[in-house]
Structure formats: C-alpha cells, structure tokens
C-alpha cells in the first residue's frame, strides 16, 4: 500500500533552505519517493485558511518505507539543515491502494483536506455518494478518511484526503460540477475543515 509524506513549510532562511532542497531528492529517492507536490506557489485555498507557503506530497512504496526514509541516518543529518532553516510540520498517511498515476502527458493536480466532521451520520451520506463524481472527473483517492501520523511539528489532521486528477482544470470542473454541489453542501453542512488545490511537481 503507497505511503504519502505531507510537508507543511515555512522558510526562514532561504539560502540555507537552498542546500537542503539541492540535496534532499538524493536521500528520499534512495528510498524509491516520488514527488508528487514540491516546493512554493504550488497551492490555492479552495476552502478554509490553510494556505501552505512550501507544499510537498511524496509518495513512498509503503509506511515502512516512508519511515525509513525519515529515520535514516542521511536525513537525519538533513533534518537538521532543514530545521536550521524552517519551521513546519510533517505527516505521513497511508493511501487508499497501490498508486498508478495519472497521464504522464498532463500535469496532475491534487486535492488536499483536512476535515473534522461534526455530524458522522450526515457525513457518512457524503463519503457515500462522493466516490462516483470523483470518478466521473477521471479523479482517485491516493488517500482517504485516515489521521496521518504526525513526525515534527503541530498539525494533527482529523481526517485527511488527497485525491489526484489529470490537470488543475479537471479539478476544478468536478470541485464546480453540478454532480458534486448538492454533496459539497452536504459535507459543509456535516464538517468543518481545509482544502488546498496543489499543482504536481
């Protein structure tokens, strides 16, 4: 089952920072990641407050992979560098099932939320009937309905889902389709929460 590492980063010192991102793809690639979402100006708000300065979204085989990406002695070091020079928070969540990405030609777009539902029966209709607009849209869940394990900093997600389209535009036209309105203000009505659209890397 695919593994995902969600960054939440806000640098402080830029030149510093600069080392770390030159010499970080080096380390979680030896651990098989993918970078679906890197780096800054990748999002937007679609809801809520959450608007990440530096987003990443890596992708790993499994969470014993991702974990031993961050526990290794090489990001360790890292690590270090990357606090000297930031502040923010990390997540790794386990997906929904082996990931196949979208078209190669197209860059994908993601959908992330954060989402603390207040009233489980009335969300539980939403989660129901979402599946098939998604679909619809050419859309897959990479990761639905679980916490995330959090590895530094204070953001613990009460829910999180990420799900991946071909392009931002077909994002876009599910997040506005008629199919998902009358769903949209159902789960509005049943939580509360944040949602970002991130361009891939």
Request: include cysteine; proline fraction near 4%.
């Amino acid at each position: 089952m695919a593994a995902y590492v969600i960054g939440d980063i806000k640098v402080t010192d830029s030149d510093t920072y600069a080392k770390y991102a030159a010499r970080v793809p080096a380390s979680s690639g030896a651990f098989g990641c993918k970078y679906l979402v890197r780096g800054p100006g990748k999002c937007q708000t679609a809801e809520g407050d959450w608007l990440p300065e530096r987003f990443v979204l890596a992708e790993y085989e499994s969470m014993e992979t991702a974990k031993a990406w961050y526990n290794s002695p090489e990001y360790k070091e890292l690590t270090k560098l990357r606090q000297s020079a930031s502040t923010g928070t990390l997540v790794v969540a386990e997906g929904v099932e082996p990931h196949v990405p979208s078209r190669e030609t197209v860059t994908a777009a993601y959908l992330i939320g954060d989402i603390d539902v207040t009233d489980p029966d009335t969300y539980a209709k939403y989660a129901a009937g979402v599946p098939d607009t998604v679909a619809a849209y050419g859309g897959k869940y990479l990761i639905r309905g679980v916490s995330g394990e959090v590895l530094e900093g204070s953001w613990t997600p009460k829910r999180l889902v990420v799900l991946e389209f071909e392009s931002m535009e077909q994002l876009k036209s599910w997040y506005d389709s008629a199919e998902y309105a009358d769903l949209k203000k159902l789960r509005q009505s049943a939580s509360k929460g944040n949602l970002i659209f991130a361009e891939g890397a």
